[in-house]
């Protein structure tokens, strides 16, 4: 009954009610959940997510695991949405290209798709039905993503580091993004809340653009401004613009300013992180009373920043020169100060970061160029709490990307599967460490591999897992899956807390002779995995 953890290291302007248009009827394809094989660092598996006939990527995943991407096959693209080893498509507005750019924790998804005539626009995703929310512009030109060899994106959207103004979602459903304004080249941002579209209009100038939305329903943009060359990046709360300034100047002399800044992200609190150059990027911060420059981490002279948590944590990656080809510091900034994270880092081998989770760990990717290839080659990365791990790709594919993560520090994004290209949506699953007890009582774990009983094994409780959230359909040992018989909640061990205790066919166990150890291995009811391990005889 001796037990042992699994090794973990955590320590159009209109106002309207709009029905859904009719869309082809969505289709699902089951993943091959077998297919990774390269084996990833620290606490971490690959799934496959498999495709829809064609090349997939993903863009956005939520905490009920959920993730959402987009599927290019035929010239054409599609949406998805998979959840637990199924992939469905979310059809189109009616043209052949569409593309998925965010998620809520109700599995709504928003992005943009071509119409019949060619016409683009905002659609959000709900209970099987794609809706028309109007017309749409993407915005944005610069991705800080390494040079990785990336899908083909028909919006030029891709699932790298992307400074652009996409349709963004809240949990509650609301949706901001960019219009054209009809008969001109402006563009103004919109925001979709309780079935109307409200235009948000701008601080006076042509145009406006939307770039992010938070749970307060707060849009963070730029607008331009009268008689300024440069935008000025507003805060609209309420249906209210509130002009939060141009960006500040570089910090350094001899700069180039660039006055065209991206807005990167924004947090519950309102406080928004922006880009304030294309190139030799420099991080600013508006604090929710004045815009701050964050200037560069140590040994760096420029930094670009990809996300603000609630906790108003910003991650970026610093360079040392005003090129991309520059060491490379990817850090965490809070309370005014910079944390270099562990780094691989040389003039041709550079990590940077990708994506920030509500406690601060971060995903992120390392490059590096390819054998007999001018292209580069990238390795998705994480790090948390001092640790970084690299991930590994599909297969024998040479290059993958993770996009997003969410709050148990799952990755989604896209890993070739083939040596070049050949590019699947990945999932780089975290493992949850759980106590088993293998044949509870018998203080021996004699297994007899030649009986044709069941084998009963415990999954215990503790303080940070729930035995009774396991979903057996998921639940295997030493490679056989749980029996329909047992199951319910029971308290093992006598620590107070509901285990339970899962059956197997003892024949159907994959036990060599000479094996000292077993695992037990299974997906929780909210897709989060998990591994624990004992002793056997």
Request: hydrophobic fraction near 40%; aromatic fraction near 8%; glycine fraction near 14%.
């Amino acid at each position: 009954m001796r037990r042992s953890l699994v090794f973990l290291l955590f320590a159009g302007f209109a106002c309207r009610d709009a029905m859904p248009p009719p869309s082809p009827a969505p289709h699902s394809v089951t993943a091959d959940m077998t297919a990774a094989t390269a084996a990833p660092e620290g606490p971490y598996e690959i799934v496959d997510l498999g495709s829809l006939g064609g090349e997939t990527f993903a863009t956005a995943i939520n905490n009920r695991g959920q993730i959402t991407g987009t599927s290019v096959a035929g010239g054409g693209s599609h949406a998805f949405l998979w959840e637990r080893g199924v992939m469905q498509d979310l059809g189109t507005l009616g043209g052949s290209l569409v593309k998925a750019t965010g998620l809520n924790e109700a599995g709504q998804v928003v992005g943009v798709s071509t119409t019949a005539g060619g016409d683009t626009r905002a659609f959000l995703w709900m209970g099987g039905a794609m809706q028309d929310l109007g017309a749409a512009r993407v915005l944005g030109n610069y991705a800080f993503d390494g040079g990785c060899a990336t899908p083909f994106d028909p919006f030029l959207v891709g699932p790298t580091v992307t400074h652009r103004a996409e349709p963004a979602i809240n949990s509650h459903g609301d949706v901001a993004w960019t219009a054209p304004v009809a008969g001109t080249s402006a563009t103004h941002a919109f925001l979709w809340s309780g079935g109307v579209a409200q235009d948000l209009g701008t601080l006076g100038g042509a145009s406006s653009s939307a770039w992010t939305i938070n749970d307060a329903g707060q849009v963070a943009g730029l607008s331009e401004v009268a008689g300024e060359a440069s935008p000025h990046v507003v805060l609209w709360d309420r249906g209210t613009a509130h002009d939060l300034g141009a960006v500040p100047p570089p910090r350094f002399p001899g700069d180039v300013f660039d006055g065209s800044p991206l807005v990167v992200g924004m947090n519950a609190l309102g406080q928004v992180i922006v880009t304030a150059r294309r190139n030799s990027s420099r991080a600013v911060l508006w604090d929710g009373s004045q815009m701050v420059s964050l200037g560069a981490p140590p040994g760096a002279r420029t930094s670009d920043v990809v996300a603000i948590n609630d906790a108003g944590q910003i991650a970026g990656t610093g360079i040392s020169e005003e090129s991309y080809d520059g060491v490379h510091h990817p850090f965490l900034w809070a309370n005014g100060a910079f944390q270099l994270l562990p780094e691989v880092s040389t003039p041709y081998a550079r990590d940077a970061v990708s994506a920030m989770n509500a406690s601060g760990v971060v995903a992120g990717f390392r490059v590096a160029p390819l054998v007999g290839d001018y292209a580069n080659g990238c390795h998705p990365l994480v790090w948390d709490g001092g640790l970084r791990w690299e991930l590994g790709t599909l297969g024998v594919g040479q290059s993958a990307l993770g996009a997003a993560i969410n709050a148990r520090g799952d990755v989604a994004g896209w890993s070739w599967t083939r040596r070049f290209f050949g590019t699947h949506a990945a999932l780089w699953r975290r493992i949850i460490a759980v106590a088993v007890d293998v044949k509870p009582g018998d203080p021996d774990n004699v297994i007899n591999r030649h009986s044709n009983g069941t084998t009963p094994v415990a999954l215990l409780s503790s303080a940070t897992f729930d035995a009774t959230t396991a979903d057996r359909s998921t639940v295997t040992f030493a490679g056989a899956p749980a029996l329909d018989q047992g199951g319910g909640p029971e308290d093992v061990n006598g620590d107070g807390l509901p285990d339970v205790v899962f059956h197997f066919a003892t024949e159907a166990l994959t036990l060599p002779e000479g094996t000292t150890e077993a695992c037990l291995r299974g997906l929780t009811t909210d897709g989060a995995s998990f591994k624990g391990c004992d002793s056997v005889r």
